[in-house]
């Protein structure tokens, strides 16, 4: 009884990390018809910091020290966190939710790639490559190639799937820096949300005007982004990975774009076409294909650190 009520736990905490995460590309859609998109930003990440520092002060739990590792985490506070969640915002002004959902689970794929060049250990098999080679198929198809790509806003569209490539630059910065580090996940992700914090802090004022006023839907909007799909989210996300262990709990980027787009056609009545659905389960496919590891022989390799490891998972 005991195993049964612990395996429905993690099981509804896996759903709601999937419905807030899927319902992230909502509210940035919401946020952005009241507010700039670096406003939109700046309040998800200071909603998102908040959080983080609440919970940090709830377990004793101090930022980390060092001025080299906090330089490390402003690099990555940029490329996980403040870049792809401004390119995401700007995006959405012109796609819709739905696609900016689907373009979020090419990630996985833009990984693989890079991995393949940035990490010597990470080597391609005939399998993973195929699995690269499907996501991007499914990515042409969602956009409808055999068109012509019309229709589609090619600029919005660029930035959503140039904020997907952020986070496995980021990842990759931060497993090549971060590497072994003391510091708990949540102390480096506090300190990391409150770095981005800063930096749009600093960039807002500078690209936009001050809002005439604060339209309340929209704030609530990003208040929840912050909120929930910042904060809460990545305490959600650690307790997975120490309970189920990271590759269950990454498991829930494949249901993210289906929950954006149920939600972007039911709730904003966003246009579905066939090869919407059709490109992003072959985009999710590919991105499954490119995640199987082949089975090893010899040595077991040493894994990498867990802290390391599951930070870089949480911050996106």
């Given amino acids: 009884m005991t195993r049964s009520r612990a395996l429905l736990d993690w099981r509804l905490r896996f759903a709601a990390l999937s419905l807030i995460w899927g319902f992230s590309f909502l509210l940035i859609k919401v946020g952005t018809d009241g507010y700039a998109p670096f406003q939109v930003t700046f309040g998800r990440l200071l909603f998102g910091a908040a959080v983080l520092v609440v919970a940090m002060v709830i377990r004793r739990d101090g930022l980390p020290r060092g001025a080299r590792t906090w330089g490390h985490l402003a690099v990555a506070a940029l490329l996980l966190n403040a870049a792809p969640f401004s390119l995401f915002a700007y995006a959405e002004l012109t796609i819709p939710s739905t696609l900016a959902g689907i373009c979020n689970a090419t990630s996985p794929l833009w990984g693989m790639a890079l991995s393949l060049v940035a990490l010597s250990e990470d ?23 055999w068109q012509g790509f019309e229709g589609m806003d090619a600029r919005g569209t660029a930035m959503a799937l140039l904020a997907s490539l952020c986070y496995p630059i980021g990842w990759i910065y931060v497993r090549r820096t971060l590497a072994g580090s003391s510091h708990s996940n949540l102390s480096l992700t506090g300190a990391q949300l409150l770095l981005a914090t800063l930096q749009l802090a600093v960039v807002t004022p500078l690209f936009t005007a001050a809002p005439a006023d604060f339209p309340l839907l929209p704030l609530f909007a990003i208040a929840a982004l912050g909120a929930l799909g910042t904060g809460f989210a990545v305490l959600l996300q650690y307790g997975l990975v120490t309970e189920v262990g990271p590759t269950t709990a990454q498991m829930v980027t494949y249901f993210i774009p289906v929950i954006a787009t149920a939600a972007g056609v039911t709730l904003l009545d966003e246009p579905l076409t066939w090869s919407t659905p059709v490109g992003a389960l072959i985009v999710l496919a590919g991105a499954a294909l490119t995640q199987v590891r082949p089975r090893r022989r010899g040595p077991v390799e040493q894994p990498e650190p867990s802290s390391t490891r599951e930070h870089a998972e949480a911050v996106s």
Wanted: no cysteine.
């Fill in 123 to 145: 080597r391609p098999t005939r399998l993973r490559v195929a699995g690269l080679g499907l996501g991007f198929l499914g990515v042409l198809t969602v956009l409808g190639a």
